[in-house]
């Protein structure tokens, strides 16, 4: 019964860990897009 227990809280662990990284690659990769956006709304301005 201990051992079941033990792989449930491990495969748990597992998943909030796996969750959590995709949403800060989620958010890192949105957040990099919009500087990007940034950089190029800058340039257009310098040209004006």
């Known amino acids: 019964m201990f051992?079941?227990?033990s792989i449930l809280y491990i495969t748990l662990g597992v998943i909030?860990?796996?969750g959590?990284?995709?949403l800060?690659?989620?958010?890192?990769q949105t957040s990099s897009k919009?500087?990007?956006h940034h950089n190029k709304k800058n340039r257009?301005?310098?040209e004006l």
């Open 44 to 46: 257009a301005d310098d």
């Open 20 to 22: 959590a990284a995709n």
């Open 3 to 5: 051992i079941m227990e």
């Open 24 to 28: 800060f690659i989620c958010i890192h």
């Open 34 to 36: 919009e500087k990007k």
């Open 16 to 18: 909030m860990v796996l």
